[in-house]
């Protein structure tokens, strides 16, 4: 008898120390708690990162535990069974979920670059411009390399320009995303620098500008132009286009209709599920499955909404091509390669219906950069594997100088 008391009061007091612990560990979980909400608020999306995947099941876990002591107050005869098996199907969970993320399996291509979910609809960042903090240092850092930028008075990678032009200066106003920006390369390496030095050499008189900011799509380079860029008049814009321009930013963000009073941009709204599928590898599995991609739509919703996105190409470019033939400026639209593309010959958005309306624009001149590049890499017995960096998939420093070379005629004519 004595020993069944013995036995009864130390599972009792193992219980006690169990529980303890519990709490114990509970609270000292509260600050990295409050440091995740603290970056939630600060960043959004983007600090989502491995761990916060792993905690989610640790929390979820709290939540069953509580539940379950709550239950048990109101039915003391409920068992320690149901705790288990909600216990035994969290730690599949967490076990399954940490496979994913150590073999990166359903990893964004957000998450590869950076480190963190980047949600393609939070417009809560951004502005109509879109430019960065000007006159500070700042950094482009991916995976493979880290180059500095140091911005202008108006927040691009350049030097800053003079309002007023010399006599008999040919002013050339470079356009784009983070291809034109130069990302993958040092400064001196991008394409509008390399661009640059070689009209030097043709023309003394001739001055580049680099407004290209990595993420812009057209849209938002028009309204740069419209806004703030045409008092440097320029004689010449070079703007690139790009199958990403339109089946990934434009598809979200929408054309002009995104821009809100005040400088404020409202994107698309995403579905619902997406902090589920932000915080949870496994949760992409079941997405994927029903056919939804890292944009959270299906592969066909590009196709069905074509006619839309290509009229509204359009009627930008119209509205671009009558401004600048305004301002006594000549438009080169440029047709950028990824190089999936170049290896398949063929532009993952089909840009046909764009093209063909494009060239019926008075103050639209084309340049399909795609033949360009297959017999500049065919010259030089390369492969255009060998213009792009591997895992991020922007142009080194040689295929800028490609870049550089394609657009170099368009550029250079009187």
């Known amino acids: 008898m004595n020993r069944k008391i013995t036995f009864a009061r130390n599972f009792k007091i193992d219980i006690s120390i169990s529980v303890s612990l519990i709490w114990l560990v509970i609270l000292l979980s509260l600050p990295y708690l409050m440091w995740e909400a603290y970056w939630a608020l600060k960043v959004g999306y983007p600090f989502i990162k491995w761990h916060t995947h792993l905690m989610l099941f640790f929390y979820l876990w709290v939540l069953g535990y ?32 940490s496979y994913l993320l150590l073999f990166k399996i359903k990893e964004t291509t957000y998450e590869k670059l950076s480190g963190g979910y980047g949600s393609w609809y939070d417009s809560s960042h951004d502005n109509w411009y879109r430019t960065t903090e000007s006159d500070k240092p700042r950094w482009i850092t991916k995976a493979e390399y880290s180059y500095i930028r140091m911005p202008n008075s108006l927040g691009f990678s350049d030097i800053e320009w003079p309002v007023s ?56 380079n028009y309204v740069n132009y419209r806004d703030r860029l045409f008092k440097y008049k320029p004689d010449l814009i070079l703007q690139t286009l790009s199958s990403g321009d339109v089946n990934v930013d434009i598809i979200v963000r929408g054309g002009m209709e995104r821009f809100k009073a005040g400088g404020k941009v409202q994107y698309r709204k995403s579905p619902w599920w997406e902090p589920i599928y932000a915080i949870s590898n496994l949760s992409r599995l079941y997405f994927s499955a029903l056919g939804y991609d890292q944009l959270l739509m299906t592969s066909t919703y590009a196709d069905e909404n074509k006619k839309y996105l290509d009229s509204i190409v359009v009627d930008l470019f119209k509205q671009y091509a009558a401004l600048a033939q305004a301002n ?37 001149q084309i340049c399909d950069l795609m033949p360009f590049y297959q017999s500049y890499a065919k010259s030089h017995h390369k492969a255009a594997a060998y213009y792009y960096w591997p895992i991020d998939a922007h142009h080194n420093s040689r295929g800028y100088t490609m870049m550089a070379e394609g657009i170099y005629p368009y550029a250079a004519a009187k």
Do not use: H
Not at 72 to 89: D, E
Not at 329 to 348: D, H, T, W
């Open 66 to 97: 509580l539940f379950w002591g709550l239950a048990r107050k109101l039915a003391p005869k409920l068992s320690a069974g149901a705790l288990i098996f909600y216990t035994a199907v969290l730690v599949a969970l967490f076990i399954g979920e």
């Open 328 to 364: 006594n400026c000549k438009l080169v639209v440029i047709l950028q390669p990824f190089l999936g593309e170049i290896e398949a010959n063929k532009y993952q958005y089909d840009l046909s219906v764009i093209v063909g309306e494009l060239k019926k624009i008075n103050n639209i």
């Open 165 to 220: 032009k010399r006599v008999n200066e040919k002013r050339i106003l470079s356009l784009g995303d983070s291809f034109t920006e130069g990302d993958g390369a040092p400064y001196d390496s991008c394409y509008v620098t390399q661009l640059g030095n070689k009209l030097k050499a043709l023309d003394s008189n001739a001055y580049i500008m680099n407004a290209g900011i990595c993420g812009c799509d057209p849209f938002i």
